[in-house]
């Protein structure tokens, strides 16, 4: 079983609507928790951190479900710039700290 | 602003042949990272580095070695290229486990 799993994908959606990504991870003792974003032919670049209570910015909204191991990306009113793949990734301590991705999410919004 | 830079965007090489990839990182970051990243699989971890001299092997080292001789600089080695190496290699840097990793703008590395 890979460690962090995510939608397949490709979401295709109209502008003004509203998709969630989630993301599941294995490891129990995984720490920490981050939503990237990676354009087409471009780096990864950071999108959010997720916290455990929840946390908001602007449009985008990230949760945390320890118990479940999973986390989750939901974007409000997609704009057409929104169109990128998203990766959820997942960091743990026990070995050394290494950070480990999903295979991404594609998302297009279409006008 | 953080800059992660990588030797070449873009690389050719033939069957057989060692090929270095270098990572520079300027934010006197611990840790740093090498990927490739596939269609549909996307970035599987080959080695990580925790510190000067210290490296973790990821979920895809077969094939590969790292070295870590100064802290700014993160180099992955093929040892004797193949053609299912051919891919996008991407390095990262990070101060700690909590905090944002940056990336280089990536190596398309083909092997002919």
């Known amino acids: 079983r890979k460690e962090v799993e995510q939608d397949p994908g490709p979401f295709n959606v109209p502008e003004g609507a509203t998709v969630a990504f989630n993301c599941t991870y294995s490891?129990?003792?995984?720490?920490?928790f981050f939503w990237y974003r990676q354009d087409c032919r471009k780096e990864p670049k950071l999108l959010m951190s997720?916290?455990?209570s929840g946390n908001e910015d602007g449009r985008f909204t990230a949760q945390l479900n320890r118990a479940s191991q999973y986390i989750s990306l939901l974007i409000r009113d997609s704009k057409l710039s929104d169109s990128a793949t998203y990766l959820c990734?997942?960091?743990?301590?026990?070995?050394?700290?290494?950070?480990?991705f999903g295979a991404g999410t594609r998302l297009t919004v279409k006008p | 602003d953080v800059k992660v830079t990588q030797s070449s965007r873009y690389l050719v090489k033939r069957t057989g042949e060692k090929v270095f990839l270098e990572c520079v990182q300027d934010?006197?970051?611990?840790?740093m990272f090498w990927y490739r990243q596939d269609p549909g699989l996307g970035l599987r971890l080959i080695y990580f580095?925790?510190?000067?001299?210290?490296?973790e092997k990821g979920d895809i080292p077969e094939g590969y070695s790292v070295s870590r001789e100064k802290k700014e600089r993160f180099s992955l080695i093929l040892e004797s290229a193949s053609t299912n190496q051919t891919s996008m290699y991407l390095c990262?840097?990070?101060?700690?486990?909590?905090?944002?990793?940056?990336f280089g703008q990536g190596t398309r590395l083909t092997v002919v």
């Open positions: 934010m006197d970051h611990e840790n």
């Open positions: 490891n129990s003792a995984s720490q920490s």
């Open positions: 990734v997942v960091n743990t301590r026990y070995n050394n700290n290494d950070m480990r």
């Open positions: 580095s925790y510190d000067v001299k210290m490296k």
């Open positions: 997720v916290y455990s």
């Open positions: 990262a840097s990070r101060t700690y486990v909590d905090t944002e990793a940056f």
